[in-house]
């Protein structure tokens, strides 16, 4: 099978990218190797831990989800399918440059499904986020749930990236199966995400900005067990469909902080700031029905997940 990837230098696209490459599979990677959040060079740290890991140098073009050239690419390609994971990330960060989260998210998703129909492409997996349920009270989050109250720029770019993948789909009957990832974590993190800034922060005897009282909570969901549910839904080409894909268990920041000071050796220097309303207080996944239909089966605890990460950042990034 053929397929291209985008953000496939990034965290979680580097990681499906690997997992392809191991499977067989011919697997082309778009980045635009974007400094938005972090620095490039973490990027092609990324890729060359899958050169390493898979004996074989992904095959990758230099390219933004936003530019005519997609179409020339696909066209060229012959792909049987496209995991859409390259994006304008951060939810805070949203609010500083919103028309960014437009252009990326909304036009770079249209983008990418105006080539996938003129090439041809049947199946379309689109990286979505739990953010979209924004201030949805009910738990666990469930893919029937109203998503009609973001909380953040990013949020909504999320969520209209789904319902123009549903337009797509209505009107020209392509397959597309939409992922809501909940906060994922593991070797290879962004920078700017909590584990991997606690972590660093940690280490280094910096203080650690908490917001609340630490008593919020979330569904920590491990990278390799993402990957799996999005090969899962590579499988499954059946219609437009939304799927769930976190662990289905709440981790309190607390707790979250004890594993990384005990993994680390070291105790963190904790700062509180007020609660910020682009973030929901508990965000937990119902994963019934990527069970279901995807094989969706999560194996990683929060405990042997921060034991990985921890060394991964030991062996690997620790600067």
Not at 117 to 133: A, C, D, M, N, R
Not at 141 to 155: C, G, I, Q
Not at 264 to 274: C, P
């Amino acid at each position: 099978m053929k397929v291209l990837v985008t953000g496939a230098a990034g965290f979680i696209g580097s990681h499906l990218t690997e997992a392809l490459i191991q499977r067989g599979h011919d697997v082309v990677g778009v980045d635009c190797f974007d400094e938005f959040l972090y620095p490039a060079e973490f990027k092609r740290r990324n890729l060359s831990e899958v050169e390493k890991a898979t004996g074989a140098s992904p095959k990758r073009i230099r390219e933004n989800i936003l530019s005519p050239k997609i179409k020339d690419i696909l066209d060229e390609g012959s792909f049987d399918i496209i995991v859409h994971l390259a994006a304008r990330a951060g939810v805070r960060a949203s609010l500083k440059d919103p028309l960014s989260y437009s252009d990326y998210n909304i036009k770079g998703t249209i983008n990418l499904l105006e080539a996938a129909v003129h090439s041809g492409v049947k199946h379309f997996v689109f990286g979505s986020s739990s953010s979209v349920y924004g201030a949805t009270r009910q738990i666990p989050f469930s893919e029937n749930d109203p998503v009609d109250k973001p909380l953040s720029v990013y949020a909504a770019s999320k969520r209209s990236g789904e319902l123009v993948c549903h337009a797509y789909h209505r009107i020209y009957g392509l397959s597309v199966n939409c992922l809501r990832f909940f906060t994922v974590y593991g070797p290879r993190q962004r920078p700017d995400m909590a584990i991997h800034k606690f972590t660093q922060a940690i280490d280094r005897g910096m203080p650690i900005t908490i917001y609340g009282d630490g008593t919020s909570k979330r569904d920590y969901t491990y990278v390799t067990d993402i990957v799996q549910g999005i090969l899962g839904a590579m499988k499954y080409r059946n219609r437009f469909d939304v799927f769930n894909l976190g662990n289905s268990r709440t981790v309190e920041l607390k707790y979250l902080i004890f594993l990384l000071e005990r993994e680390l050796g070291k105790n963190a220097n904790v700062k509180y700031e007020e609660w910020p309303e682009t973030d929901p207080l508990v965000t937990c996944a119902d994963i019934s029905k990527a069970r279901r239909l995807l094989g969706y089966d999560p194996q990683i605890s929060i405990e042997e997940g921060v034991h990985n990460f921890v060394k991964w950042y030991k062996d690997v990034r620790r600067v």
